[in-house]
């Protein structure tokens, strides 16, 4: 029995050996792994970040969206988000595709199908990427969407704003 007892024990010694081994080979493997980055590397890392946040800084441009646009009424339509009637006008600029934009109870009833109008937009300051400004859309549908501008008022167009010349809504950087 005492020799089993010391048997065990060298087993053990051995098993813990082992193990004290495989520990320290993995120590010296990972070790050799984690050397680091050179200053030279870290240095270019750092102007390279440097770079791009410059660059970031410069995509974003203030600025404001206003104007008019004229358009001739074509229909009514419900919003279907809220789910009343008649909130919504079918639209037409001079020889463009049909949108629709949300106006008011008291706006729409002043307004009759065929007729034509100047859209009056709030002024606007904007958030725009300077691609967008370089761009300059004349899109009157994209505009109102994307920067969610509200007609103000509404009035009948005279013969000299209809046709081509009839919008000025735009978005226009800051000074």
């Known amino acids: 029995m005492n020799i089993h007892n010391k048997n065990n024990k060298f087993k053990k010694f051995l098993s813990l050996n082992r193990l004290f081994s495989?520990?320290?080979i993995l120590v010296l493997v990972l070790s050799g792994c984690t050397q680091g980055i050179s200053q030279k590397e870290f240095d270019d890392l750092r102007t390279s970040y440097q770079a791009l946040q410059q660059k970031l800084d410069?995509?974003?441009?203030?600025?404001t969206c206003s104007g008019y646009f004229v358009a001739t009424i074509r229909g009514f339509s419900q919003d279907y988000v809220s789910d009343e009637?008649?909130?919504?006008?079918?639209?037409?600029?001079?020889?463009?595709?049909?949108?629709?934009?949300v106006?008011?109870?008291e706006q729409l009833q002043t307004l009759e199908i065929g007729k034509v109008?100047?859209?009056n937009t709030e002024s606007k300051d904007v958030t725009?990427?300077?691609?967008?400004f370089m761009k300059q859309t004349t899109n009157i549908q994209q505009l109102l969407l994307q920067y969610q501008l509200v007609v103000t008022s509404i009035s009948l167009a005279t013969?000299?704003?209809?046709?081509?010349?009839?919008?000025?809504?735009?978005?226009t950087p800051k000074e």
């Open 58 to 63: 410069n995509i974003f441009v203030l600025g």
């Open 85 to 101: 009637e008649d909130k919504v006008a079918i639209v037409t600029e001079f020889q463009s595709a049909p949108f629709m934009i």
């Open 103 to 105: 106006l008011s109870s």
């Open 117 to 119: 109008y100047v859209f």
């Open 159 to 171: 013969e000299s704003q209809s046709g081509l010349n009839g919008s000025t809504l735009s978005c």
């Open 128 to 132: 725009l990427i300077s691609d967008e």
């Open 22 to 24: 495989v520990a320290l």
